[in-house]
T-cell receptor, first 114, second 114 residues
Framework: AQKVTQAQTEISVVEKEDVTLDCVYE???????LFWYKQPPSGELVFLIR??????QNEISGRYSWNFQKSTSSFNFTITASQVVDSAVYFC???????????FGQGTRLTINP | KAGVTQTPRYLIKTRGQQVTLSCSPI?????VSWYQQTPGQGLQFLFE???????NKGNFPGRFSGRQFSNSRSEMNVSTLELGDSALYLC?????????????FGPGTRLTVL
């Protein structure tokens, strides 16, 4: 069975600090996809990144970066020089190749204080 | 390109009633999935439709049903509403070149059951 664990329920930092959101996943499949979504107070889930199981290259997009390590089944997300606008709930999710279905972690509520 | 749209945005119903929620996917997207979000259970997959056929179903009772039309628009129906059905219902669409393709979410319909 698939499972995604986000152990950090809430994180609060001061603006300009770096912050890392942890994500650990479980799956028996060799082909799978990992995602991060952001949910601001408005409720809509905003897509941030998709990674397939064969691509372990780290990705950087502006202040955001992702570290995918199959050896530890982790897909961590780092925000560098955080800003107040980064405050939201962040979800890590897993999809296996045999079904178009996302399994989500419980989410991490990130608060950036000015 | 317009994003995923969901109507209505807010809904208040009483126990025992039924409700229909609507979702219009991004133009060209052929797969539509539905998710329920509650504080206790988090984000859970309800079902996925492609070419007017339900391909996958989550672990929800038969009171939850859906359908997809030839223009890819989708509706979900909940009959005999219970208090526990109060939730944010999110619809997501994807092109579906393959399973695991990125899902883009709408703003959700917040259902309150009194």
């Amino acid at each position: 069975a698939q499972k995604v664990t986000q152990a950090q329920t809430e994180i609060s930092v001061v603006e300009k600090e770096d912050v890392t959101l942890d994500c650990v996943y479980e799956t028996r499949d060799t082909t799978y996809y990992l995602f991060w979504y952001k949910q601001p107070p408005s409720g809509e889930l905003v897509f941030l990144i998709r990674r397939n199981s064969f691509d372990e290259q780290n990705e950087i997009s502006g202040r955001y970066s992702w570290n995918f390590q199959k050896s530890t089944s982790s897909f961590n997300f780092t925000i560098t020089a955080s800003q107040v606008v980064d405050s939201a709930v962040y979800f890590c999710a897993l999809s296996e190749a045999k079904a178009q279905k996302l399994v989500f972690g419980q989410g991490t509520r990130l608060t950036i204080n000015p | 390109k317009a994003g995923v749209t969901q109507t209505p945005r807010y809904l208040i119903k009483t126990r025992g009633q039924q409700v229909t929620l609507s979702c219009s996917p991004i133009s060209g997207h052929r797969s539509v999935s539905w998710y329920q979000q509650t504080p206790g259970q988090g984000l859970q997959f309800l079902f996925e439709y492609f070419s007017e056929t339900q391909r996958n179903k989550g672990n929800f009772p038969g009171r939850f049903s859906g359908r997809q039309f030839s223009n890819s628009r989708s509706e979900m129906n909940v009959s005999t509403l219970e208090l526990g059905d109060s939730a944010l219902y999110l619809c997501a669409s994807s092109i579906l070149r393959e399973n695991g393709d990125t899902q883009y979410f709408g703003p959700g319909t917040r259902l309150t059951v009194l």
